[in-house]
């Protein structure tokens, strides 16, 4: 499979929401405060308003549910979501609860972002399918994204 | 990034469902009605009753959301869905992707659980055909 870069995403996560124990697991919603993202054919920063609706499994694999919405930088609104898994050794991922830098090689952190746009300069992210490598960085992720060739 | 390959999904399809023009575009729902997947850590067959529900966007895209359940050789059942996008008008050769999950409550076959895999399609004269890799 070919991949190409298509952008790095750096967001900040806010005071999450711990809904707790549901039928599917356990429920934390992280509402994310601000971001920013930049590629060679698009840069802008992400708007208020955008949540990481994560759900952990009994199997102990975190699901993600991201949902934002992106303004670039010559103000075209761009829809995103992506869902995503995390998941590695224990330690590792008690290392990464307590707020430590970990290695992101150590564990998998994977998405596929989806993208809806209306603005004609993008309309190739409505084309294309996308998978992105997570780093989980105290303040909150980084996503290197790329398209799917 | 990078990938493995998982396996490769070839399905048998009934003739379509023309739904016809709906809010979100033209909608044909495609029956899958068997079919086999080979790959080095899992082999078997789709059991009938999946379907493949498609719609025709208003840019010409067709997207694509498939429910099947696939049985492997030694008896397994595995919930398999995809999303993905076929454009046939893409510069080149059509860009046909997909993003498939899989479920199993088998533990030989629990890494499917885990793991998160794109696939490419292929429409080929017997039916179509999607190479699946795990992104690593």
């Known amino acids: 499979m070919d991949f190409r870069f298509l952008m790095t995403l750096q967001i900040a996560v806010g005071a999450v929401q711990k809904i707790g124990a549901v039928p599917h697991g356990t429920r934390v919603t992280a509402p994310i405060a601000s971001g920013h993202f930049e590629g060679p054919r698009l840069r802008g920063k992400v708007l208020p308003g955008a949540g990481d609706w994560t759900l952990l499994r009994g199997d102990g694999v975190l699901e993600l549910d991201l949902r934002m919405t992106l303004e670039t930088d010559d103000d075209a609104l761009i829809h995103m979501t992506s869902f995503g898994l995390r998941h590695g050794p224990p330690e590792v991922i008690a290392a990464l609860a307590r707020g430590e830098q970990v290695d992101p090689s150590t564990y998998y952190f994977r998405t596929t972002p989806r993208f809806e746009t209306a603005h004609p300069k993008y309309a190739f992210l409505n084309r294309l399918v996308a998978a992105a490598s997570g780093d989980r960085r105290p303040e909150g992720p980084i996503y290197t994204i790329e398209e799917i060739l | ?136």
Do not use: C
Request: net charge negative; hydrophobic share 40%.
């Open chain 2, 1 to 136: 990034m990078r990938s493995r390959p998982l396996l490769t999904l070839r399905l048998n399809t009934a003739p379509v469902q023309d739904i016809g023009a709906t809010p979100h575009g033209v909608r044909v729902t495609f029956p899958i009605v068997g079919g086999l997947f080979e790959g080095e850590r899992l082999r078997g067959k789709v059991l009938p009753g999946g379907d493949d529900w498609t719609i025709k966007r208003a840019d010409g895209v067709i997207e694509l959301d498939l429910r099947i359940t696939l049985q492997t050789d030694d008896g397994a059942l595995i919930h398999m869905t995809f999303q993905g996008i076929r454009d046939d008008a893409a510069a080149g050769a059509p860009y046909f992707r997909t993003v498939p999950r899989f479920e199993t409550a088998e533990p030989k076959y629990a890494f499917l659980n885990s793991l998160l895999a794109i696939g490419i399609g292929e429409i080929r004269a017997d039916g179509p055909v999607h190479l699946i890799e795990e992104l690593l």
